[in-house]
């Protein structure tokens, strides 16, 4: 074999024929249960302005300081979006979504890029789908939202996941929070990571997201946001574990799930696989109540998550859940001779409207490849069409699996076809 002289780019990965099923239906089920519980779909472009990005996911995160794929033409600045929150909320404010009445209840599916280092469960593009509720302050609204990424998991059969909530609470009780976490973690500054001591100054919540060795002992006594809550932000967070409890849907606190995304407020949360290694983290959001000001909208609560459609295949295939059938198509016409190939293509249509899927061969093989092909495709039924069936106007159809075989005039195969 030759080497091919073009490949994908590091971390970019094309989705093979053998896989779009999976996908497709996992696409399905997003939508079904989105429209379940009302939410509208919105799609916003891949290329946004690095600004946005910047200012909406935060300058000091990781996404914003080194993972963003960016690039300028002319005076313009385009970053491909990482995420798809601070996109829908542009989309928002841009087309006054507001106006259309009562809280936005939206839903996307789509590529996101970030420039990590690939690994498994991590790619430089990958997909999310994921939920936003726009102008909703109750907590009733953030326990629908996870109420809805739960039933998309559920209804796949991936039900063997944790889910872990947090407050990071608004941002009077933030700024007190932060200062214990400074005062905690000073005298132990130069024993923690040299990415933890980055973050002491501006960002000392994110230390606890670290994942070096080194840091653990130190962020597992460190002071808990929840002890610095608000009375407004512990009663609102309450209420998120009084009505998850109410639904049944199980959780774990885990007081130092921070996220690393800048514009969470209040309510967070996380849904983890152990079935997936390393990148264990399905999926996530929370409450972004800043978000829409920041880009330039009204005062406008807000809640989300976002989750990853590649994990999810992931997680599927670890637990052998076949999300799609193996490909198939209903009939496959097998045919001898220049006047049945014409015949076939003419009564492929009237197959096609009758919601039967069928195909023919394209490229003049013998019978014997043809009825191979028509294995290879996993066609249900074949008939072989060559000039005596034509002037007879008979056809033999054969199902293939049961090597069972009838004699019908053309009308009758499409009524035992769709019949079935
Ligand atoms: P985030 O937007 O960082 O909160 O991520 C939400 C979810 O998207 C994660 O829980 C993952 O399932 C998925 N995800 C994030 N980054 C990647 C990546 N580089 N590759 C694959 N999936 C990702």
Redesign the pocket.
Known sequence: MTQPTFSTHLGMVDILPDETPKWQKLEQIIHEEARKFNFEEIRTPILEQTELIARGVGELTD?VTKEMFAFERGDDHYVLRP?CTAPVVRAFVEHHLDQRGGSQKLYYIGP?F?A?RPQK????Q?H?FGAEILGADDPIADVDMIALMMSIYNRIGISNTTLKINSVGDPESRKAYKNALKDYFRPKLDQLSDISQKRFENNPMRILDSKEEEDQPFIEDAPIITDFLNEATAAHYTEVKNHLDSLGISYEEDPHLV???DYYTRTAF??ISPDLGA?D?????GRYDLLVEEVGGQPTPAVGF???M???LIACEELDIELAEPKSVDIYIVTIGDNARKWALKHLPKLRNADISATMDYIGRSVKAQMKDADRENARYSIIVGDNELKKGKFTLRNMKESEEQALDFDAIIKKLSDQ
């Open positions: 996404i995420e996101m970030r990590e469960g991590r790619q430089r990958f999310q996220r690393g995304l996380e849904l990148q983290a399905l999926g996530g959001g976002a989750a990853g590649e994990r999810l």
